[in-house]
Structure formats: C-alpha cells, structure tokens
C-alpha cells in the first residue's frame, strides 16, 4: 500500500507560514526561546536571507510608494528593511515558533535526510517564484520513494513541522509600518511607506 503524500500542499503550508512578510502573527509570547544560534540556524534552514531580500525587493519594486524613487534610494530601503526584518524574525518570530532547541534539532536532523533535503529545496524554489506556484517543478518530489514522502509526511505531522505548517504569518501590519518609517527615515525618504 502506497503511503498517501501532498507535497504541494504541505509545501505550501510551510510557506504559507514563511513568506507572508505583511501578515499577522500570534500576539501569545513564548515563556522561553530557543538560543541565538539555533535561532539563526533555523531561519536560514526555512528563509534564508536572499529569499527574505527578493521578496523585500519585489515589494519596493510594485509598491505605489516606492516608483519615485530613484535606484540609490531604493536599494538603501532595501537594505534597511530586509535587516530589520532579519533581525526581528531571528530575535522574535523563531521565538513564536519554538520554545526551544529541540524542535530546532528536529528540523535541522530533518533537512539531512534525502526527504528533508528535497521537501525544503521545493518550499525554497516556491517562495522564490512568488505567487506563480504552478511554475515550479515537483519532479524531484514525485521521485522520492514511498518510504521517503512517508517519512517527510511523518515529519511534517509531527510538533515540530507542524510548528511551521500551523503558525500564523510572520509580521503585522503596525510592525511594517514601523519598519517602513524608521526605513524612510534613514534612507531621507519623503515617505512614511512600507513594502
């Protein structure tokens, strides 16, 4: 008996999660945290800072409040939003995420295994085409074994995955607008704007 698998779907549950950068998040603090270096760990397993970056780009670049802008200003707003925005999933949102580093352990264990490897290599690849999700190959998906999409299955049933697959998006609206002002501050931008 073949062990029933939704690749697109859990993938995009987990991105759901990931790549909803304007979004509300859970107002519930965690009572601990994870460590700094866990944090770290996990962000760039799940988001690394390149697909944090596009998707700032791509919103400056089909932001209304961005078209004035000349390419110098732009990429200053760029830089300042993509570190904030870095600096507070690393420092805040893993922190909504997990409690600990166990969890953390779990998802880096997970991403070594051959199953892990292509079920996050496909949640990268779907970020980075944005909304265009039908653009992205799920070949290497389909070609794992059924003992391998059982054990990503398995993995992303559990408290750990599914600490990706059920959390809220990552900032809320007043974040952003916050980010978006202290941005147009630094940068000397006559705006008051966020991507």
Same mark, same amino acid.
């Given at each position: 008996?073949?062990?029933?698998?939704?690749?697109?779907?859990?993938?995009?549950?987990?991105i759901?999660?990931?790549?909803?950068?304007?979004?509300?998040?859970?107002?519930?603090?965690?009572?601990?945290?994870?460590?700094?270096?866990?944090?770290g760990?996990?962000? &760039?397993?799940?988001?690394?800072?390149?697909?944090?970056?596009?998707?700032?780009?791509?919103?400056?670049?089909? *932001?209304p409040?961005?078209?004035?802008?000349?390419?110098?200003?732009k990429?200053?707003?760029?830089?300042?939003?993509?570190?904030?925005?870095?600096?507070?999933?690393?420092?805040?949102?893993?922190?909504?995420?997990?409690? &600990?580093?166990?969890p953390?352990?779990?998802?880096?264990?997970?991403?070594?295994?051959?199953?892990?490897?292509?079920?996050?290599?496909?949640?990268?690849?779907?970020?980075?085409? *944005?909304?265009?999700?039908?653009?992205?190959?799920?070949?290497?998906l389909?070609?794992?074994?059924?003992?391998?999409k059982? &054990?990503?299955?398995?993995?992303?049933?559990?408290?750990?995955?599914?600490?990706?697959? &059920?959390?809220?998006?990552?900032?809320?609206?007043?974040?952003?607008?916050?980010?978006?002002?202290?941005?147009?501050?630094?940068?000397?931008l006559?705006?008051a704007?966020?991507?």
């Open positions: 008996m073949k062990t029933r698998f939704q690749p697109k779907q859990r993938a995009r549950r987990g759901a999660a990931t790549g909803g950068l304007l979004l509300a998040v859970s107002s519930s603090l965690a009572m601990a945290a994870p460590s700094a270096e866990k944090a760990q996990m962000l &760039n397993l799940i988001m690394p800072s390149d697909m944090i970056r596009n998707s700032i780009q791509r919103s400056v670049d089909e *932001g409040a961005f078209h004035n802008l000349t390419a110098e200003q990429q200053c707003a760029i830089r300042s939003l993509q570190s904030k925005t870095e600096n507070y999933m690393r420092q805040e949102w893993i922190g909504r995420l997990f409690d &600990n580093d166990a953390i352990d779990q998802w880096l264990r997970f991403s070594q295994t051959e199953g892990g490897r292509v079920f996050i290599r496909y949640m990268h690849d779907t970020m980075r085409a *944005g909304s265009d999700h039908a653009s992205v190959s799920t070949a290497a389909d070609a794992l074994s059924d003992a391998q059982g &054990n990503v299955q398995q993995f992303m049933e559990s408290p750990a995955g599914q600490a990706i697959a &059920n959390n809220p998006p990552i900032i809320q609206p007043e974040q952003a607008a916050r980010f978006g002002g202290d941005m147009a501050k630094e940068c000397g006559p705006l704007a966020s991507p």
